[in-house]
Structures are given as structure tokens and as C-alpha cells.
């Protein structure tokens, strides 16, 4: 008994892309191409903040560095590049001293408000 092709299998033999489609490439888009001012870099963070996720956050702050340049902020930061490399990654975990640091020298001062009201 022979099996017959499965209709999926004909029909997307029977498509073939056009030599514009073809010609179509995708690249990965990285944000740290767009945080170019002090307004999307606060942005960035209140984002980030707004889901409290804080390996969104470890990860927004590691674009941040990247679009200000990572080896020019990890000598400020007194760590090598791939340090500041492994302690921004989504498996990093940096000390607070070293998110405060970045934090001072991209211009920027951490802020507490309070998340609800309390209800008495």
C-alpha cells in the first residue's frame, strides 16, 4: 500500500516565491539602534519597569549600555567588556552597585514611588 501525499505537501509545492520574495531578507532587530536620546533611554526603563520583570529590566538596561557603548562604560564601570557583557545577559546577575553605577553614569538617579495606595 502506497500513501498518498499529504494536500499540505502539494499545495506548498505548487506556491513558489516570487523573485522579490526571495530576495526579502530579515535581519534581528536590536533596540539599542533606537535608544539614541535621554528621552527613549528613560522611556526604555519606565517600560521595563511597568511590567516588573526584572529580567526585562536586566535586559533593557543591557541595550541601554550597548547604545552608549560597552567598553567605554565598562572601563568607567572598572569591569572588562565581557564582564559587563555576562553580568548584563538574561541569565547575569549584576550586583546593585554595578545597575547603580551604569545607572549614574548614563545620567540617570533611581527614583521610589510608592506602587498603592494604602487602604486602611
Known amino acids: 500500500m502506497t500513501r498518498k501525499p499529504a494536500k499540505t505537501a502539494r499545495v506548498t509545492?505548487?506556491?513558489k516565491p516570487t523573485k522579490a520574495e526571495k530576495k526579502?531578507?530579515?535581519?534581528?532587530?536590536?533596540p539599542a539602534e533606537i535608544i539614541t536620546t535621554k528621552e527613549?533611554?528613560?522611556?526604555?526603563?519606565?517600560?521595563a519597569l511597568e511590567e516588573n520583570d526584572p529580567d526585562l529590566l536586566l535586559e533593557t538596561i543591557g541595550h541601554i549600555a550597548r547604545s552608549k557603548g560597552m567598553a567605554q562604560i565598562a572601563r568607567e564601570l572598572n569591569l572588562d567588556r565581557v564582564g559587563l557583557?555576562?553580568?548584563?545577559?538574561?541569565?547575569?546577575?549584576?550586583?546593585?552597585k554595578t545597575v547603580y553605577k551604569l545607572f549614574d553614569i548614563l545620567g540617570?538617579?533611581?527614583k521610589l514611588e510608592q506602587k498603592?495606595?494604602?487602604?486602611a
Not at 24 to 30: A, P, Q
Open 13 to 15: 509545492k505548487a506556491i
Open 85 to 96: 557583557y555576562k553580568s548584563l545577559a538574561p541569565d547575569g546577575n549584576p550586583s546593585f
Open 108 to 110: 540617570l538617579r533611581m
Open 40 to 47: 527613549r533611554v528613560i522611556a526604555f526603563l519606565e517600560e
Open 24 to 30: 526579502i531578507t530579515f535581519s534581528k532587530w536590536d
Open 116 to 119: 498603592n495606595a494604602i487602604k
